[in-house]
Each structure stands twice: as structure tokens, then as C-alpha cells.
């Protein structure tokens, strides 16, 4: 496999993967060829090598940026804008993990909060709706913690707290 082809494959696979982290495939793409990038590119350069317009292009760098995952970098004599990917792995997971749970986690708890309040007085089917709703929010309420202990901590503990789980 030659260069071109690897790095067509990468971009594929990491916006397929993007999918999965609920953002969508051109936003993943877009951050997939800045990771592999080894210079700042601009928006052309990415609209040229991605194949996708500029509002699309601008639309996401805009969302990557918001995320913690892409800088603007000025060039001295340019008039455009450049756009250089964090490239420590594992900055990147914690941003997306800080993102995935302002957007996902974080509303959940907030509904759980709410319903919980029912009271069951009795009845059957609210005591099961109460005893579902506290299982759900005893465990969210651990992966909150869970994922803000991860996010606070540096690389080498989470590999080595890592392998000592798969040992």
C-alpha cells in the first residue's frame, strides 16, 4: 500500500469511526487529515484534498475548534486562516470525552434528577419506574465520576491503570 492509499484509508475509517462518537463522517475526515497533516492547512487545502465545499469545510473546522480538537494557526504573509489538529492521542480521547459527556451525559443526569422525584406511594408500576430510575442514575452518576477521573488524570496512569485491568 502506497502513502496515498493509507491515507485515504485512514480518513475513511476515522470518519466511519467519528460516526460512532456522534459527530458527523466530514467533521471526523476533516480531523483525521489535520492529525496526519504534518503542516497547518487551510481551508482550501481541505476542501481540495476532501473533496467537500466551503461552507461544509468551514461548518466543521468552526465544531472541531468548539471542541478542542483543532487550532487556528496565523502564518506570517497569509491572509487565510490555517488549521493544525492536536496530535497528543491522548489530549484528543479526553476532549471527546469532556465533549461526549457535556452533550450526552450531562443531559441524562439532568432528566434522571427530574423523574426521580415520582413518588411511588404504593403503586406497582410506579415502584418499578422508581427502582429502574435510581438503578440508571446510581450507575450515570458513576460513569460521571468514572469519566472525570480519567479526564483529570495524565496518560501514564491510564495505561498503567489500563493494563493492570486487562491483566
Known amino acids: 500500500m502506497d502513502l496515498a492509499e493509507g491515507k485515504d484509508k485512514f480518513i475513511q475509517s476515522w470518519g466511519a469511526l467519528g460516526s460512532s462518537w456522534g459527530v458527523n463522517r466530514t467533521m471526523a475526515q476533516i ?6 497533516s504534518p ?3 487551510s481551508a482550501d487545502d481541505i476542501m481540495e484534498d476532501l473533496q ?7 461548518m466543521n473546522l468552526r465544531a472541531l475548534i468548539d471542541w478542542g480538537l483543532v487550532y ?3 502564518k506570517a ?15 484528543v480521547v479526553k476532549k471527546i470525552i469532556i ?11 439532568k432528566v434522571l434528577d427530574e423523574v426521580s422525584s415520582v413518588a411511588p406511594n404504593g403503586d406497582p408500576l410506579a415502584e418499578e419506574f422508581h427502582q429502574v430510575v435510581r438503578d440508571i442514575k446510581l450507575f450515570s452518576n458513576k460513569a460521571d465520576a468514572t469519566l472525570d477521573t480519567l479526564t483529570r488524570a495524565d496518560s501514564n496512569w491510564f495505561v498503567g491503570t489500563f493494563l493492570k485491568m486487562v491483566k
Do not use: T
Request: aromatic share 6%.
Open 99 to 109: 465533549q461526549r459527556k457535556k452533550r450526552e451525559l450531562e443531559p441524562m443526569l
Open 77 to 91: 504573509g497569509e491572509r487565510r486562516e490555517f488549521f493544525r489538529a492536536e496530535k497528543d492521542i491522548w489530549e
Open 52 to 58: 467537500v465545499s466551503r461552507g461544509n469545510a468551514n
Open 72 to 74: 487556528k494557526e496565523l
Open 31 to 36: 480531523h483525521a487529515l489535520l492529525l496526519i
Open 39 to 41: 503542516e497547518a492547512l
